[in-house]
């Protein structure tokens, strides 16, 4: 049941963490980010807060749960191989014949993965420890690493506050090393730098702070000395360093790995079947190509929990107990799960297909509950909003009851699942406060979360989501009800069950139907980033994970950034400005393929590459060897040396174009789902290499760079456009002068003034084919589509259906046009995609017009199904400055029914209703079911003029120029309008209704009181009874499908439907339905019953 | 005007006649209802056909994973990718490419699943052709379950209709069956009405067989036999104003009908597109719109579906809307097959109110066949096709598929004396 979920963060607030985690993140453009991230701290030693403890052993309960026993291994002669999909460090004891440090604490990485037989993994990787560097001050030989490598240690030992852990050593090792500085072009001469080897993850930032602040060798001054790469997490300098990426397999060859068991030592610490150490350089890491690039087959176990609230109060974890935990798990690939469960509180009726486990106390269904996940042993979490609701709720309620050893959820024996709080700051997506839970080796991959990032709806309910694309409804209990449920029988309880699975399934079914988990495993593999941070963190750690593959290789360090906040701005895009209209003719479109990326490997724009103030001269480098951009940034050609991120450009657009070359041979439906995931990561990865070059607060902004790019962007439409205009000319043959009409970023919309699809295609694909041969390679233009016919409303703002073959339209393409804002009434939407679609689909501009005209009329007269006039906003906090009409809604309908209003959190629909002159608008809001129970009056007025005319106005002002207005909004069909008078409140109270005539509406005269028709009219009566029967009739169809569809969703034909879905387009209507269809029968009746 | 058999008629479609109607209900009481009562009727059948050490059992009894052999009373539910759906239509998303209507939806993959009052279980076996089945049917089977959570069906048993009155009375009355009659459309077949028209009252060299023609039953769509077409709006239904050219085939109708009923006794009966009501049971047509034959004894507006009985026999059937909605939803092939199947699975209409539309009942379901009919008929299909049904118990019924006059120009004659029926064709170019 989503009604109990709520989406912010606010109910984390008086949360339970321990500390809160911040994250950075960005999108393409950068800036726009609180400054206080900038602040982000180095480093910072996020294991400090796990809590240690001895949880409780696994258990063996049943063959089905359980994973099958993994073969037998002899380290000696036997490899093993695993997919690995978490990498995570600790801090252990060195393990002897291991590299790196001898005495302890070390820090240890953990690997958790999964083999192609199904076995889960616990790798501890021994000997790779952290370091950073600095810039050597003047004189400093090899002959001080010594006295440094001392007096540093000395001092990181003495600046530990209480060394509980026994640090004896902290810096293990300083050389003198020769590396390239990443940013700015100074020749080829490598430069001198210390390279600091430090024991512990921690230490960096302690080191590198201790270096700057204070004195720690007489002979030279380090605080002047630039940090290099100190601000790298651990786990990514790992991973860059042993070239693992996300989610591939490591391979661990015969006689390089030890196996842990019964006895060994050290004991095994993991709920893995396989549990194992090797050391950091003797492991293979596959490249996720060829036949590495399968996957294994993962368990994944989605879940959904259900509470027994009090009426109208958000269920609180100390107060409402958890009543049903339903449980589905799939192996990836598979379709579908094979375990199906739920455990409920209290007896519960036998489900077919689904296993039913009954516990009499809470605690013990809890407690079973963890047991059975520690024996699935999942490798992915999910569910919808697990980890805002269900994971913390499971967590604080089990905490409350003292359930023992339930938090030990994990893969590592003695770690404890706790709830921290993490703030995710996006431009894409805003400030969103989140609560985060480890489950050490087992990966969250929160739905929600998926969809909040990469799909913009309307409506981010599980209902309004499977609906969407699933075109599914599914049944919604009203909180109120459910514990209603739980204390009937234990059929009311199986019911309860049904919807609590129902819940449990979505989740993969969606995931699998948006490819979720092959999509982000592709991403993670591109960008070499671990599976989880691509959901907890930005599009910067990606990129910088790239950057920093590709400086080790070739010998470059990458500064530590400090930011300074500033607002420099630089130029954005460029927008040719639109010619509007409404265009009956072919337009053309060219786009520039990748243009971002593209612009950057032509003209070999990279931080290695740049050229700072004055470097030209002191290099002495001549003017051929460098390049001036339109935005006064200088870059080396490539021929002098040639930039990283083009490199990382190159590869991964050729990638991509190997991706899609094997997509089109490959026939396996999986397979083909991991190579289309595949070329989409690739491709929004190279397109976010251009935005962390932006990112102000990033971790190495450079503004060079991407002010250049789009500096190039501009100049190459502007030129693409003079070319296309002066070479598609009468005068040189051609049917007509070519216009450029539009624009934008990318693309060129061209109408070469021919009539036909397959011309405009043919000069399209010349065209651009011409201006391609003009761009330094491999800036290429092409021609991809033809909007045929094109509505421009603005910039940014425009329609056309879509043909890229001449036969057939691919789609209606649809930009910037309300159809999707989530602060709209659905009647919105819905007018401007079927207006659309008339202008475009049907061509009919006319036939629009007189659609709309017929909608305004409609809703004039009270003909509008009221779910298109829901609005629905977030009861998100209850003290708003302003007076907004869902607060002040939600404070009437607690005074009518405190159990059934909504509370916090919940989703208030509501629609305006009509009021006295100059009542303001949060006056007007009604709660939908009322307004239909009361035939309360809408005010049509406000939809007309607050909802449609906007976006109607925009779409028709191209067609009909400045006369729109008096058309649409102020024409005949505007007169008539029906007033419905409301059965609560003003005078309804001092109404009696007298009997009219069915024909003329005028009241009956004497003697006629009982009868259906005036004398005047009862000549027609065979015709009026024929039309009250006609209106009947469409009610009763609606009447029929809409009720029969509620009992099919519902799953069940014997029960009654107690489905409040309000998200569902049917939930008023068929209320409307019934009091209209026991009106009209009422009519009817009037005529008399037919007797014979 | 011949002289005419006498012979005695009593109506029995009081149960399809709507006195009061309340519409706060749902539906899950008519399926409720039809699966109690069928329980009931099935259970002696089904412990005769398979013994009673059989257990009869409840879904909710079969606790757990194990291997139970038992019998189940439940309700069909066809899962079909492709059923008509209200939310489908109105789904947003679906705007640009609308699904077009389909002529039938039924396909290999629907997944028959039984449900008896609180549970549900997926059915397979070799009985179980899905592409057969129905939604709505009441049936019982006997098999096992098994740990994918399907039953394995070995048997299943339908109700079949109950016992069956035998023909007492010898006369040799015979029944007129004419559907699809189309008055929006009789220009097209004018002629042929009128040779109906002399037909009937024996002017054709037929004053013999007139004479022991007793009755002629219109079984719906006088007026329109095809769907208006429906223009998609926002709303949930425009008022279908423009009746104006009903009105006007109506009055028509009231003619032919006033003449008629000049010869023989004339029950009309709505049909699926005629200005009625559109559930079912549909309620007759009011006296108001047929002033003319209404002052006629011989004429009367009847239910649909209607059921009668006439010289000792039982005659039930309907406007052909129960085996349209079957030749939709399932791969039954013919009218006469699906017509069949409703005989034997007892239910005039099971996929009401699934997918065919009906009146939300509370207390019963009227169209469960507790008694066998000796005519079974329904009207506006394709072509005529007849069959003599012989069921358990040597229970003889005729099956009609009445044809719809506007396509065939033909109409049925039943001899209710022998069961006979044969075709009658009006068709002047062919003959």
Not at chain 1, 263 to 269: I, L, R, T, V
């Amino acid at each position: 049941m989503d009604n109990k979920r709520k989406f912010n963060g606010n109910g984390t607030a008086n949360g339970h963490s321990k500390k809160s985690r911040n994250f950075d993140d960005d999108d393409e453009m950068g800036g726009g980010f609180e400054a206080e991230l900038a602040a982000f701290e180095p480093n910072d030693d996020l294991d400090q807060t796990q809590l240690m403890g001895e949880g409780p052993e696994n258990q063996q309960t049943s063959e089905r749960w359980s994973r099958a026993a993994p073969p037998k291994l002899n380290p000696a002669e036997d490899s093993l191989t695993f997919q690995q999909l978490d990498v995570e460090n600790y801090l252990g004891q060195p393990l002897p014949g291991m590299p790196g440090a001898q005495l302890g604490p070390v820090p240890v990485v953990r690997m958790f993965g999964v083999t192609m037989e199904g076995n889960s993994v616990c790798c501890h990787v021994h000997g790779y420890c952290p370091y950073f560097y600095i810039s050597a001050p003047k004189n400093f030989e090899q002959r001080h690493c010594a006295d440094l490598h001392e007096a540093l240690d000395k001092k990181v030992i003495a600046d530990i506050r209480n060394n509980k852990d026994h640090v004896q050593e902290a810096v293990l090792a300083v050389e003198l090393v020769q590396r390239l500085n990443i940013h700015g072009y100074q020749g080829d001469e490598k430069q001198w730098y210390i390279k600091i080897t430090v024991t512990l993850p921690r230490f960096v930032a302690a080191a590198s702070r201790l270096l700057k602040k204070e004195v720690i060798m007489g002979a030279f001054d380090f605080q002047d000395c630039r940090a290099f790469e100190n601000n790298i997490d651990f786990d990514i300098r790992f991973m860059v360093e042993t070239q693992v990426v996300g989610c591939n397999w490591i391979e661990l060859p015969p006689g390089a790995w030890r196996l842990r068991g019964r006895n060994s030592k050290p004991a095994p610490e993991s709920r893995c079947q396989l549990e194992v150490d090797v050391a950091y350089d003797q492991f293979i890491s596959h490249e996720p190509e060829g036949e590495w690039s399968k996957v294994a087959p993962l368990r994944i176990l989605s879940f959904d929990i259900e509470c027994a609230g009090r009426r109208g109060i958000f269920p609180e974890a100390k107060m409402d107990p958890v009543i049903q935990i339903a449980n589905m798990v799939i192996r990836q690939g598979e379709s579908e799960p094979f375990i199906r469960n739920v455990f409920t509180l209290k007896e519960c009726a036998p489900i077919i297909g689904s296993q039913v486990l009954c516990y009499d106390k809470e605690q013990q269904l809890l407690d079973k509950w963890a047991a059975f996940v520690r024996e699935v042993d999942p490798d992915i979490l999910t569910g919808y909003n697990i980890n805002n609701f269900d994971i913390p709720y499971l967590l604080n309620r089990a905490a409350h009851l003292k359930v023992q050893g339930f938090e030990y959820l994990g893969r590592i024996k003695n770690i404890r699942s706790v709830i921290k709080e993490q703030v995710l700051q996006s431009k894409q997506m805003g400030r969103r406060e989140n609560q985060y839970v480890n489950f050490e080796g087992r990966v969250p991959f929160d739905l929600l979360f998926v969809l909040l990032r990469d799909y913009k709806l309307r409506s981010y309910t599980l209902n309004a989501v499977s609906y969407h694309f699933l075109q599914e409804q599914k049944e919604d209990v009203h909180h109120s009800i459910i514990t209603d449920l739980q204390n009937g029988d234990e059929q009311t309880r199986r019911r309860l069950a049904m919807y609590c699975l129902k819940d449990a399934y979505l989740p993969l079914r969606l995931l699998e139907k948006l490819m979720a988990i092959v999509n982000y495993m592709e991403m993670a593999r591109v960008t070499g980033v671990p599976l989880e941070s691509l959901l907890t963190r930005g599009q910067q750690i990606k990129v910088l994970s790239q950057l920093l593959r590709k400086a080790k290789t070739k010998g470059f360090i990458m500064p530590s950034y400090t930011s300074s906040g500033s607002d420099e701005q630089y130029e954005g895009a460029t927008v040719i400005e639109p010619k509007r209209g409404y265009y009956a003719d072919p337009i053309s479109t060219l786009d520039f393929a990748s243009l971002y990326p593209s612009i950057m490997m032509a003209h070999n724009l990279c931080y290695t590459t740049l050229l700072l103030p004055g470097a030209k001269d002191k290099l002495g480098l001549t003017d051929d060897q460098v390049e001036r951009t339109p935005a006064n940034n200088s870059f080396v050609k490539a021929d002098l040396r040639r930039g990283l991120l083009p490199e990382i450009l190159e590869s991964l657009l050729a990638a991509r174009k190997r991706a899609k070359n094997d997509l089109k041979v490959e026939k396996d439906p999986f397979k083909r789902q991991v190579l289309d995931g595949r070329q989409l990561a690739l491709k929004i990865s190279a397109n976010s290499v251009y935005g962390f070059t932006g990112a102000q607060v990033g971790k190495l902004p450079c503004l060079e760079i991407s002010g250049s790019v789009t500096a190039y962007g501009r100049t190459m439409i502007e030129m693409t456009k003079n070319e296309v205009e002066t070479h598609y000319t009468r005068v040189n043959g051609y049917e007509n002068d070519a216009v450029v009409i539009y624009g934008d970023t990318d693309s060129v919309m061209v109408n070469f003034g021919v009539k036909s699809l397959e011309r405009s295609m043919e000069l399209g694909r010349e065209a651009a084919d011409l201006v391609s041969a003009k761009f330094v390679q491999p800036i290429k233009l092409e021609f991809e589509k033809v909007y045929y016919p094109y509505l421009l409303i603005n910039k940014k703002r425009y329609a056309g259906l879509y043909f890229t073959k001449p036969e057939k339209y691919d789609k209606m393409d649809c930009k910037g046009i309300e159809t999707v804002r989530r602060d709209n009434s659905p009647l919105v939407a819905n007018l401007m995609n079927a207006c659309l679609q008339k202008l475009l689909i049907e061509r009919d501009p006319e036939g629009a017009v007189d659609y709309c005209k017929q909608i305004i009329a409609d809703l004039l007269c009270n003909r509008i199904d009221i779910s298109q006039l829901v609005i629905t906003k977030e009861l998100a906090k209850t003290d708003y400055a302003a007076k907004q009409a869902h607060v002040e809604l939600a404070a009437k309908m607690k005074k009518r029914d405190a159990g059934t209003a909504p509370k916090l959190g919940d989703r208030v629909p509501y629609v305006i209703c009509a009021a006295a002159k100059n009542t303001p608008a949060y006056q007007k809001a009604e709660d939908p079911l009322y307004v239909l129970e009361n035939s309360v009056p809408i005010d049509a007025n406000y939809y007309l003029e607050q909802q449609l005319s906007k976006p109607l106005l925009r779409i028709f002002e191209p067609i009909l120029g400045d006369k729109a207005e008096s058309v649409l909004l102020k024409g005949e069909h505007t007169r008539t309008r029906t007033v419905v008078t409301s059965k609560v409140g003003g005078l309804a109270g001092f109404m009696t209704k007298k009997a009219a005539c069915l024909g003329c509406k005028s009241l009956m005269p004497k003697g006629y009181e009982q009868a259906c028709l005036c004398p005047h009219c009862e000549p027609k009566m065979s015709e009026l009874y024929q039309k009250e029967v006609a209106s009947k009739r469409g009610l009763e169809e609606t009447f029929a499908r809409l009720w029969t569809e509620c009992q099919r969703c519902q799953g069940s034909l014997h029960e009654e439907v107690i489905c409040s879905n309000r998200d569902c387009p049917i939930f008023y209507m068929r209320q409307k339905v019934r009091m209209e269809l026991d009106t009209q029968e009422q009519r009817v009746r009037r005529f008399g019953l037919p007797e014979w | 005007m011949a002289k005419r058999l006498e012979c005695p008629y009593e109506n029995l479609s009081s149960a399809f006649l709507l006195q009061s109607s309340d519409y706060q209900k749902q539906f899950f009481h008519l399926y409720a209802h039809r699966l109690a009562e069928m329980t009931r009727l099935l259970k002696p059948l089904a412990q005769s056909k398979w013994g009673k050490e059989m257990p009869i059992m409840k879904l909710c009894e079969l606790r757990g994973e194990q291997d139970v052999h038992c019998i189940i009373i439940g309700t069909i539910y066809k899962h079909q990718q492709h059923k008509p759906s209200i939310l489908r239509d109105i789904s947003e998303e679906n705007q640009l490419a609308p699904q077009p209507q389909r002529q039938n939806y039924s396909e290999p993959g629907d997944k028959v699943i039984l449900e008896d009052e609180l549970q549900r279980v997926r059915l397979q076996g070799d009985h179980i052709a899905g592409r057969s089945l129905a939604t709505g049917i009441v049936c019982a089977v006997k098999g096992g379950t098994d740990s994918e959570g399907f039953f394995n069906v070995e048997d299943i048993l339908f109700f079949e209709s109950g016992p069956q009155k035998s023909l007492t009375l010898k006369s040799p009355a015979k029944l007129v069956l004419v559907s699809g009659l189309d008055q929006l459309q009789a220009h097209n077949y004018v002629d042929a009405l009128n040779m109906f028209q002399y037909w009937l009252s024996g002017s054709l060299g037929n004053s013999k067989d007139a004479a022991s023609m007793v009755r002629l039953i219109v079984a719906g769509n006088s007026v329109r036999s095809t769907a208006v077409a429906n223009v998609p709006t926002l709303q949930v239904a425009r008022s279908q104003a423009n009746a104006n050219d009903t009105v006007q085939a109506v009055s028509q109708l009231d003619s032919w009908f006033a003449a008629w009923a000049q010869a023989l006794h004339v029950d009309l009966m709505p049909g699926a597109y005629d200005p009625a009501n559109f559930m079912l049971p549909q309620q007759p047509f009011h006296k108001c719109m047929f002033p003319q034959a209404g002052r006629l004894s011989s004429f009367q507006a009847v239910s649909n579906p209607y059921s009668c009985r006439l010289n000792s026999a039982l005659i039930v059937g309907t406007g052909g809307q129960n085996v349209a909605d079957l030749l939709r939803s399932t791969g039954l092939e013919s009218s006469l097959e699906a017509l069949r199947c409703t005989l034997t699975w007892g239910h005039i209409a099971p996929t009401a109110p699934d997918t065919l539309a009906c009146y939300p009942y509370i207390e019963s379901d009227p169209f469960i066949m507790r008694q066998c009919p000796h005519v079974y008929f329904a009207g506006n299909c394709e072509k005529f096709e007849t069959e003599l049904h012989v069921g358990t118990g040597d229970k003889r019924t005729r099956l009609v598929c009445v044809p719809s006059f506007s396509k065939t120009q033909s109409v049925a004659l039943v001899d209710l004396e022998t069961l006979d029926c044969r075709e009658i064709k009006f068709n002047v170019e062919s003959e």
